[in-house]
């Protein structure tokens, strides 16, 4: 892999931490060489550009002009969150009894209050079914939760997480050039098992697709107690991370059972 001082003379920087998480072995351009002995999360920030005339079921987002990656132990929490919206629709049965002229014992009530029409209704037993149902009404963005319990090693390490911080932070906000503002970059996650049953597992479960950054927290002090190096470097750093995906997961792309 490229010399440390390599890494940080390439455009597109390639951040790793801890910095001997390299011995998984890595080419010139970030990838990884090999199958890794430990799992680890690979983010790599692009800028924003969509192809217009992508063909369907492809993304319209294309990595082009890549900003760099960071290359981090796999996290201690990675937290999926997909909200599927069903929508309540109203009933078709009233309706047409309605239109119909067909007129239920509820009709009769329609001059009293609603207390004494539920009073009527209970007294009978029995009520008219709006027979309501519900429409699907599309999935949202599904959303990615990650923590990371960051702990340099010495002081490369802490150099290192210090730029691993401030690429992330640089990378999820927008830059401004008088009336024009230029977007923040979009990340792709990869995350490398080692092989094995599980690995091929996770790989079929961790689907990623393109995403921003829409929030990120750095606790300094994780551990209710200050603890710093000689050069004032924390010992321990939490770095919570939210990624929102630009486009939405079909149901095809769930491929753990075959023919499913």
Do not use: C
């Not at 079914?129 to 802490?158: H, I, V, Y």
């Not at 401030?166 to 008088?178: H, L, R, T, V």
């Amino acid at each position: 892999m490229p010399s440390d001082a390599q890494l940080q003379n390439l455009s597109s920087p390639r951040l790793i931490f801890p910095t001997d998480l390299s011995r998984v072995g890595f080419t010139s351009t970030g990838g990884p060489t090999n199958t890794p002995n430990i799992p680890y999360i690979e983010l790599t920030a692009y800028k924003w550009h969509i192809n217009a005339n992508a063909k369907r079921n492809s993304s319209i987002f294309i990595r082009s002009t890549s900003r760099g990656s960071v290359f981090l132990p796999l996290a201690e929490s990675i937290n999926d969150q997909q909200n599927i919206n069903w929508e309540t629709q109203e009933g078709i049965g009233a309706k047409n009894l309605v239109e119909l002229g067909i007129k239920s014992g509820l009709d009769f009530l329609r001059g009293f209050s609603s207390s004494i029409a539920k009073f009527v209704q209970a007294k009978r037993g029995a009520t008219t079914n709006d027979l309501q149902s519900l429409a699907f009404g599309l999935t949202n963005f599904r959303e990615w939760q990650f923590t990371f319990k960051l702990m340099p090693k010495g002081q490369q390490d802490s150099q290192r997480l210090a730029e691993v911080i401030q690429f992330f932070k640089q990378q999820s906000i927008a830059d401004f050039y008088g009336n024009v503002i230029d977007y923040p970059s979009f990340f792709i996650v990869k995350v490398h098992f080692p092989s094995g049953e599980s690995g091929r597992l996770f790989d079929k479960l961790l689907i990623f697709k393109a995403a921003v950054i829409t929030n990120i927290s750095v606790n300094y002090l994780p551990d209710a107690l200050q603890s710093f190096y000689r050069d004032g470097a924390p010992t321990s750093v939490t770095l919570d991370m939210t990624l929102k995906e630009l486009e939405r997961v079909s149901r095809s792309e769930y491929n753990i059972f075959d023919g499913a």
